[in-house]
């Protein structure tokens, strides 16, 4: 996902699943795959390099695993403390908050 819109409508529509270390927002998009939005702000951390490695973490785990992802818009929201979950725990969380959309949103996961 890329535009402002994209994003207004994911935030303004979309179910909500969260922990303490990050919140997932998904619509359906009408699209044979999944697309993917990040927010990662200033206070997950202050350093750029922190915020840029949580987020190539979350687009890693993406494209690993949109393969089992059926077309939805997911915006992934991280708060402060996510830059400090390793790789694992981040993965399972996401793939975890992903499948409870999925399900109530609907749809079936394409594995």
Known sequence: ????AEFRRVFARGQR???RELTV?????????????MAVS?????KAVVRNRLR????????????????LDLVVVARPGAAELDYHTLEQRLRGHWRRLAR????AESS
């Open 42 to 46: 200033r206070k997950v951390s202050k």
């Open 25 to 37: 927002l998904a619509l359906p998009n009408g699209r044979p795959y999944p697309r993917l939005g």
């Open 104 to 107: 109530r949103l609907g749809c």
């Open 56 to 71: 190539r973490r979350i687009r890693e785990v993406f494209r690993l695993h949109r393969g089992e992802l059926p077309g």
């Open 1 to 4: 996902m890329r535009t402002p």
């Open 17 to 19: 699943s969260s922990d």
